[in-house]
């Protein structure tokens, strides 16, 4: 029964599935996608109050550096290369192989900023700058802004580093 859906989502695939197995060993029946119903609903509305707790204190500090220093072209060996530059508006970036992966960076707290993508379909992302020492761009870290974003924008697993130049 499973292996005939095409879905990605746990409840439409689990419940069903724990269903019969229920029944085929003999358990009481127990309404499994109600129970996966309630769970994701409780999991949504956790994540929601966890981004909106997060959104509305920021520490109103930062950026270290004037907006220009972060600009360059970053690398990490998986992904390939991104773009940072500076528009009117302020900070964008670009991940360079990935259309429409690209939007503004508006700053979060320190040196974070929130990466909000032309595709509205990408979930945003926390962009944070390490700096070394001399307060020069040493790296990029990055992490999905909801809890719940899919395992597939597996930003955490990204290390960007600045690609070396002349005048650095």
């Known amino acids: 029964f499973a292996t005939t859906m095409n879905a990605e989502e746990g409840a439409d695939r689990r419940g069903p599935t724990n269903e019969l197995l229920d029944h085929y060993v003999g358990r009481p029946f127990a309404d ?6 309630t769970l994701l609903t409780t999991m949504l509305t956790n994540a929601k109050a966890a981004v909106e707790k997060k959104a509305a204190g920021p520490a109103k500090i930062g950026p270290s550096l004037s907006l ?15 773009t940072v530059a500076q528009a009117k508006s302020g900070l964008t970036i670009d991940f360079n192989e990935t259309p429409r992966m690209s939007g503004p960076l508006e700053h979060f707290q320190y040196d974070s900023f929130i990466a909000r993508y032309d595709d509205k379909g990408i979930e945003p992302a926390y962009v944070t700058f390490g700096l070394d020492a001399e307060g020069r761009v040493e790296r990029i870290s990055m992490k999905p802004v909801s809890p719940t974003a899919d395992f597939s924008f597996d930003y955490q697993d990204l ?3 600045p690609v070396a130049s002349a005048g650095r």
Do not use: T
């Open 68 to 82: 220009d220093r972060y600009v360059g072209s970053y690398v990490d060996p998986w992904y390939g290369r991104i």
């Open 32 to 37: 499994w996608p109600a129970r996966y119903k």
């Open 159 to 161: 290390d960007f580093r």
